[in-house]
């Protein structure tokens, strides 16, 4: 079993940033990719992007290319996401997961209880 934990959430207004955590413990998770992924209220959990436990190469939706900058501290087990330039589209709560690579959600076998984001406008 992966046990993972977000946290950094919270109400920030919009044009601000957030970095959210996604600690990680368990089993060995090295060979996992780490995703996130969101979800708003009355829509679909959507991809954000992911990134390599092992290489730390990452990769994101094209939607978040730019704003969104995922990255990961092998020492801590801890994998960051970090929002910049928050908009109140964003508002969703924010899920970090383990499985395999790739930008669904049944490529990941462990998830997180999530995050909530709220941006202001």
């Known amino acids: 079993q992966v046990q993972l934990v977000e946290s950094g959430g919270g109400l920030v207004q919009a044009g601000g940033s957030l970095r959210l955590s996604c600690a990680a413990s368990?089993?060995?998770?090295?060979?996992?990719?780490m995703g996130w992924f969101r979800q708003a209220p009355g829509k679909e959990r959507e991809f954000v992007g992911a990134?390599?436990?092992?290489?730390?190469?990452?990769y994101y939706a094209d939607s978040e290319k730019g704003r969104f900058t995922i990255s990961r501290d092998n020492a801590k087990n801890t994998v960051y996401l970090q929002i910049d330039s928050l908009k109140p589209e964003d508002t969703a709560v924010y899920y970090c997961?383990?499985?395999?690579w790739g930008s669904g959600s049944p490529q990941y076998d462990y998830w997180g209880q999530g995050t909530q984001v709220t941006v202001s406008s």
């Open positions: 990134v390599s436990w092992r290489t730390g190469t990452t």
């Open positions: 997961a383990a499985g395999r």
């Open positions: 368990g089993r060995t998770f090295s060979s996992y990719a």
